[in-house]
């Protein structure tokens, strides 16, 4: 089945230590995007890819970074630098101009 | 900019009744408006979209949305609420003019009493 699916689905980073979150889609779509959520705030845009071998800085990139090396695979680190990053986080996918189509998300706890 | 606001938190409604979940939006020029929905611990799922045409949008589990123009509103609406419609809703707009990602609200939080 064609879809997004995002890794570990839980994980526990201590403080100081960068922690890498897969996401991979095989619905062949060009645009795929991180957010993160946090009670109450909604989704926020972390970064975003529109085409392989580029990406743009969201609302929220400090602390974070990302590659996207395939059309397929879109991974996220969440770096020491990231001064709060536990959070619910969300890889999505779109093909141009249509709905987003989201992973199951990935649940970062910090220890 | 685009904005999208969510004015409940927290929505509470009578299995069987209809439900209502607000949002109005703000663009600088045309838009395309979203409904997800997401359970917990969940991704978020697609339930409607306007992109043009029909001011009533049919989606996903019957719900649907009117998209109000004057008032900047796309409310999304169910005729007879059940149990399992309790969750978490998002709309979310994109300026057609803009790029290719959504602007999400906060979210509001049904909950359908039985």
């Known amino acids: 089945d064609g879809g997004i699916t995002q890794s570990p689905k839980y994980l526990f980073r201590k403080e100081g230590q960068n922690v890498t979150l897969s996401c991979e889609q095989n619905?062949?779509?060009?645009?795929m995007y991180w957010y993160r959520q946090d009670p109450g705030q909604g989704l926020r845009l972390i970064y975003y890819?529109?085409?392989?071998?580029?990406?743009q800085k969201g609302d929220i990139a400090e602390g974070y970074s990302v590659s996207r090396e395939k059309k397929e695979s879109f991974p996220l680190t969440v770096t020491s630098a990231q001064k709060n990053p536990t959070a619910f986080y969300l890889c999505?996918?779109?093909?141009?101009?249509?709905?987003?189509?989201f992973g199951e998300g990935s649940r970062l706890t910090v220890l | 900019a685009q904005s999208v606001a969510q004015p409940e938190d927290q929505v509470n409604v009578a299995e069987g009744n209809p439900l209502t979940v607000k949002c109005t939006y703000s663009?600088?020029?045309?838009?395309?408006l979203f409904w997800y929905v997401q359970y917990p611990n969940r991704g978020l799922q697609f339930l409607l979209k306007?992109?043009?045409?029909?001011?009533l949008v049919k989606g996903s589990y019957g719900f649907e949305a009117e998209f109000n123009k004057s008032q900047t509103s796309f409310h999304l609406k169910k005729p007879s609420a059940l149990v399992s419609d309790s969750a978490l809703y998002f709309c979310?707009?994109?300026?057609?003019?803009?790029?290719?990602?959504?602007?999400f609200g906060t979210g509001t939080r049904l909950t359908v009493i039985p």
């Open positions: 890819s529109q085409i392989v071998n580029d990406f």
């Open positions: 999505a996918s779109n093909p141009e101009a249509g709905e987003l189509f």
């Open positions: 979310a707009v994109r300026d057609r003019a803009g790029a290719n990602n959504l602007f």
């Open positions: 306007y992109i043009t045409g029909d001011n």
């Open positions: 619905l062949n779509h060009d645009a």
């Open positions: 663009v600088s020029g045309n838009p395309y």
